[in-house]
């Protein structure tokens, strides 16, 4: 069965860093896309970056150059390492999968908070 656990989040200064990991228990990686998604409070989830099999990552634009999404093989856990945090960045950040080709289920995790203060 597949679940999706995030970790990692907290609370950081501006300019500062922080990794989250995503523990993927039950996901292929090779055949599913792991992504990155974040919700700021009275905003719309936002799509924040993606990775397949390990190498093709895609960023959103507010986030490229910044962040840098990764996957761990042997522990199974896809991971988002943030540099140059901004108060704009805080949000619940929320891991995801979705099946490269069809219109298999998606999953989510439960999601972990990041706040950046000024």
Known sequence: QVQLVESGGGLVQAGGSLRLS????????????????????????????????GSSTNYAASVKGRFTISTDNAKNTVNLQ??????????????NTAPLIGTGREYWGQGTQVTVSS
């Open 22 to 53: 995503c523990a993927a228990s039950g996901v292929i990686f090779s055949i599913n896309v792991m992504r990155w998604y974040r919700q700021a409070p009275g905003k719309q989830r936002e799509w924040v970056a993606a990775i397949i099999r």
């Open 82 to 95: 943030m540099y140059s945090l901004k108060p704009e960045d805080t949000a619940v950040y929320y891991c």
